[in-house]
Structures are given as C-alpha cells and as structure tokens.
C-alpha cells in the first residue's frame, strides 16, 4: 500500500505518462483512462486482437509498478505510431 501511494507521488512528479496516454507496462499495453491513489486504470489493447485496437476490457494497474516495470509511452514523444505494412514482391511480380 506504501508503495502504491509513492508511486502515486512518482506518476504525479514525474509524468511518465497521463491520462490519454497510450503506454506499455509490464505485459499490458492500453489507453490510460484514470489515475488514482493506489492504481491506475488502462483500456487494454491488442492481445487477441490483431491490430491496435481495444478490446474492450479495463484493466487496474497498482501505482507500486511504476517503480518495477518499464514504461513505454506511444503519445509523450511523437504523437503518431509508426506500423510497418508487409508487401511481398518477387521476380515474377508484375
């Protein structure tokens, strides 16, 4: 519980990422929707779905695995996402 509450005290100083923000933690990667004292809240995305795109489930993040885990925010630094599109061409491509 302390620890959430220092992480808590982290997310707010520091700003890794905020609400809006799309991020990676651990395994889970989703839109931040809510920050609290003790956790936050992301709308998950991808998993089984192809894409980046939601899958409809809300997931609670303990503010303690700021301090555990890397975060990766897509939206901080640049605010669009690079995909890359696979095309196949080979000889016989016309």
Not at 30 to 45: A, C, N, S, Y
């Amino acid at each position: 519980m302390i620890a959430s509450i220092a992480g808590w005290f982290y997310i707010l100083a520091r700003k890794p990422f905020e609400v809006g923000d799309r991020i990676a933690i651990g395994e889970h990667a989703g839109d931040v929707i809510d920050q609290r004292l003790f956790r936050f809240t992301m709308l998950e995305i991808g998993n089984w779905v192809d894409a980046d795109q939601s899958t409809g489930r809300v997931i609670h993040v303990p503010n303690s695995l700021a301090f555990t885990a890397t975060i990766a925010n897509y939206t901080s630094g640049f605010k669009y996402i690079w995909n890359e599109l696979p095309v196949l061409v080979t000889f016989e491509s016309d």
